[in-house]
Nanobody, 122 residues
């Protein structure tokens, strides 16, 4: 399976962005998908995860209420809608997939996309 993240860019504080993760190679509903980010000098952070069916969703406290994860298995795509962006949201954002249930641990994910840069100016 291959993942391709897109949708990043340069925005101002308070703006919104929607990231997309195209899951190709096998039926996307077979995979739980997570969104993660890593800022320079910081550890990778789990943001949100969703099961293959979309029935279970997890959010990190840092993004709860601002970010929304969703998926459209007909389009093999998982989205991360990001609202009310802050300068501290600046990072490279990655999507990753795993078989079985979702997990909040990034080390549990076997397949990773290339990342997309999100920069939020103040």
């Amino acid at each position: 399976v291959q993942l391709q993240a897109s949708g990043g860019g340069l925005v101002q504080a308070g703006d919104s962005l929607r990231l997309s993760c195209l899951v190709s190679g096998r039926t996307s509903s077979s995979y739980a998908v997570g969104w993660f980010r890593q800022a320079p000098g910081k550890e990778r952070e789990t943001l949100a995860t969703i099961t293959g069916s979309g029935s279970f969703i997890y959010y990190a406290d840092s993004v709860k209420g601002r970010f929304t994860i969703s998926r459209d298995n007909a389009r093999n795509t998982v989205y991360l809608q990001m609202n009310s962006l802050k300068p501290e949201d600046t990072a490279v954002y990655y999507c990753a997939a795993k078989t079985g249930g979702s997990s909040g641990r990034s080390s549990s994910y076997d397949y990773w996309g290339q990342g997309t840069q999100v920069t939020v100016s103040s």
